[in-house]
């Protein structure tokens, strides 16, 4: 026997507002599409015509109407640029950098946020804030007073003065407090009271929770580093250590007239970044996300 409670219930759709027209919101929604479709194309054009200049001769980079396809593909470009120039030397100093650098800043930037989310002490608010203020700081405002303390210690031209001086930044302890703010802090209590230490809060409850904002800021850290060119230009002279953006600069000016050699090139250092990012999007989305809900 069926009752009442039983019988399926529909729930009829909501009615339209008077002044609302029918397919105003289909409408809305197609020109949002589109002008999301053209942002996307305005930002993509710039990196279709490298992709596409890489794969001509240095007489077709240029030629006028652009020709987005070439006549002919010439994928010997990618062969011979290696015995122009040192690049896989390049890349795996930049790699090695950038690497490195993303693990101590995810490393220290999460353990200085626990402290300033989750541990009370005097002053913390205070010390966060000026910490935070640097930020604000341009660098070329210590850019000198840093290098003459490499030169002291005996540091430049060794990738020790790069990586010290990155290992360490104030935007990644921001995001990550910003995240360790939306966990709970009735969690950290209870395990306190269960008796684990602040090193095995931080180890084991903190970190495996925040898994997207530290992807956030590898991605990120990664992304800055490999794409510094003032830090390696100062710091590092020999040739055997210098990053991809620097071989590109010198190759540029060596070449300057072989166009789609250079192309090649950039192409070359872009993709390590593009397959980072097609692998960790979702991670870092999930994290920037997030790292905002609370402040």
């Known amino acids: 026997m069926t009752t009442l409670q039983d019988a399926p219930q529909t729930v009829a759709p909501p009615e339209p507002s008077p002044g609302a027209r029918p397919g105003a919101g289909v409408a809305r929604t197609v020109l949002a ?4 479709g053209a942002a996307t194309l305005l930002v993509l054009l710039p990196l279709v015509w490298m ?12 030629a006028i109407p652009v020709e987005w396809i070439p006549r002919e593909f010439r994928w010997s470009n990618f062969v011979e640029i ?15 950098l950038s690497v490195t650098i993303a693990f101590l800043q995810v490393l220290t930037g999460s353990f200085a946020a626990y402290g300033f989310a989750k541990v009370r002490f005097p002053g913390r608010d205070a010390l966060f804030l000026a910490y935070i203020a640097t930020i604000a700081v341009p660098w070329q405002a210590y850019m000198v007073p840093q290098y003459i303390m490499m030169q002291r210690a005996e540091l430049t031209n060794t990738f020790w003065s790069i990586i010290l001086l990155q290992a360490f930044g104030a935007f990644g302890v921001f995001l990550m407090r910003q995240y360790y703010m939306s966990i709970p802090d009735d969690l950290c209590e209870a395990a306190r009271i269960d008796g684990l230490s602040e090193y095995g809060i931080y180890r084991r409850i903190m970190l495996p929770l925040s898994k997207p904002a530290l992807a956030s800021l590898a991605l990120l850290t990664f992304v800055s580093t490999w794409n510094d060119y003032m830090g ?3 710091y590092l002279t020999s040739n055997e250590l210098w990053t991809v953006q620097l071989g590109l600069r010198s190759f540029v000016g060596q070449y300057e007239a072989e166009y789609a050699m250079i192309m090649t090139g950039a192409v070359l250092s872009v993709l390590p970044i593009l397959v980072i990012f097609l692998f960790g999007q979702r991670y870092f989305i999930r994290g920037i996300a997030t790292s905002g809900l609370k402040g």
Do not use: Q
């Not at 599409?33 to 999301?36: Q, S």
């Open 33 to 36: 599409y589109a002008a999301l």
């Open 51 to 62: 992709v596409s200049s890489a794969l001509k001769r240095d007489n077709e980079v240029f």
């Open 82 to 96: 290696w015995d122009r120039v040192p690049l896989l030397t390049y890349l795996g100093n930049s790699a090695f």
């Open 232 to 234: 390696p230009f100062i």
